[in-house]
């Protein structure tokens, strides 16, 4: 990396005219925001034409003026489909486009930029594109839904062990335990939705800080560009990243709810555990042990959590001591977005994939229940039930729990007589409560995991996902 000044050219930088020598090398390839803004380039064209039928609708720009604009910009929207320009030597998206309207039309293309400065423009390209982003996700959200709402329906009869403090706490219905997914995947998208109202507040017209004096119509820009408002401070239009902070945030979440998914599954399809079955195409082998079928799909999410979590509180970092109003800071900003964006897009779809393709082993989460402690809870409910108070309750069915370990068996393995010992309320009726699906059955109430009421969850965990955009409330 030389430490020479670059070679620069009159018109090569939207600011020399105020230096004498161009921008140091070294300084040039540091701060050249063009590699990862480049994704920006419809964005930037399309903010561009509305700003230039802007300029022509209040007389700022002559009528034909602004139409040699609007064609221009609309020739490069064209011939860029659709992977955009090619990467060269401009500092940035911004200064490509007008580069290459330069040269399509000459000293017009200068004209372009009255009015707007590229602070106000950069931020109204990056919320454009994050705005585009947000429908997107929700997209990909509801596939990941999809998939968990296809496999609780092919194991809904399947029982398996709950777990809290990953100890066996009480039996649920497999299709119960994957649809708690849906509903927090449900949040992430009412999270995703209500960031996309935030983000949809125009700051073009906000110009370097202080607004402009030309008779700018911010109202029409907004609407052309799909706004729902503008924002009302210049200053806070350019200076705050808050917006891109917030869908971080969002996006941090939904990583922690595919983390934790991940994690339950790498632990099912252990060989300790055996309960899932994992789709070959989401699997890879060892290089050195053929036996080997690893559950890369499912770590690599896990993992990449971490790299999204990082970039929140990178952000967080960048913001929490910037003076108003820009400053080159807040250039971190877009390569924390979008690769905040591609990693959870990415994860989301592998999550999808790799959930239709579960295959559960009812038989061996059933064996691992059997003989458990589970139904214990159903001794002191069923105690209570006779009138017994529960805290009373809850220490007999503990010392019948006790017993059962000292025996070596679990609590289904108990006769009639042994359970009589410990209360003289216990009759016949209560054995058949004790068996993993009888437990399961018995849970009715709202949101429990009775089969009855997993139907109606299932019901309307569909209609919830049937339609974009819609979420959980």
Sequence with gaps: MSDQPAQDTPGATLWGGRFSAGVNAALHQFQASLPFDARMWREDITASIAHARMLGA??????????????????????????????????????????????????????????????????????????????????????????????????????????????????????HHLLAYVWMLSRDRERVADT???????????????????????????????????????????????????????????????SRVCEEIILWASQEFAWVELPEGYCTGSSIMPQKKNPDGAELIRGKSGRVFGHLLGLLTVLKGLPLAYNKDLQEDKEAAFDALDTTLACLQITAGMVRGLKFRPERMLEALAGDMSAATEIADYLAGKGMPFRQAHHVSGEIVRYAESRGMGLDGLTLEELQVFSPLIEADLLPLLPPQAVVAAKTSQGGTAPDRVREQLANARAIVAEPGNSAT
Excluded at 197 to 223: C, E, M, S, W, Y
Excluded at 226 to 241: Q, Y
């Design 58 to 175: 209040t007389g700022i720009l002559a009528e034909e003026e602004a139409n040699g604009l609007i064609a221009g910009l609309q020739g490069l929207l064209t011939d860029w489909e659709p992977n955009g320009p090619a990467i060269d030597a401009q500092e940035d998206i911004h200064s490509a486009v007008e580069a290459a309207l330069r040269e399509r039309l000459g000293p017009l293309a200068g004209k372009l930029h009255t009015a707007r400065s590229r602070n106000d423009q950069v931020a109204t390209d990056f919320r454009l594109y994050l705005r585009r982003a947000c429908d997107e996700l929700d997209g990909r959200l509801r596939e990941a839904q999809q998939a968990f709402i296809a496999c609780a329906e092919v194991h809904f009869d399947a029982v398996m062990p709950g777990f809290t403090h990953l100890q066996h706490a009480q039996p649920v219905s497999t299709a």
């Design 196 to 258: 996309r109202r935030r983000i949809n507040r125009l700051p073009l017209g906000a110009a370097a800080l202080a607004g402009t004096k030309f008779p700018i119509d911010r109202q029409l820009v907004a609407k052309e560009l799909g706004f729902e408002a503008v924002l009302e401070n210049s200053l806070d239009a350019v200076a705050d990243r808050d917006f891109a902070v917030e869908l971080i945030a969002a996006l941090s979440l939904v990583m922690a709810h595919l």
